[in-house]
């Protein structure tokens, strides 16, 4: 059986959150997601970039 394995994001006490938001393709208009690891302070900032 394999291991599951857990991994913190913690850095030199700031704590970094894995960030997934949907947009909006220019090109075909389908859905895509971006994916971005942020500090949990920035995460309301990077979720109203456009």
């Known amino acids: 059986m394999a291991k599951?394995?857990?991994a913190t994001l913690r850095t030199e006490?700031?704590?970094m959150t894995?960030?997934?938001k949907?947009?909006?393709s220019s090109k075909s208009g389908a859905?895509?997601?971006e994916e971005?690891?942020?500090n949990?302070?920035?995460v309301?900032?990077?979720l109203k970039q456009k």
């Open 4 to 6: 599951k394995v857990v």
């Open 31 to 33: 859905y895509v997601f």
């Open 18 to 20: 894995k960030v997934i």
């Open 44 to 46: 309301d900032t990077f």
């Open 22 to 24: 949907m947009v909006k």
């Open 13 to 15: 006490s700031k704590k």
């Open 36 to 38: 971005k690891v942020v």
């Open 40 to 42: 949990a302070d920035n």
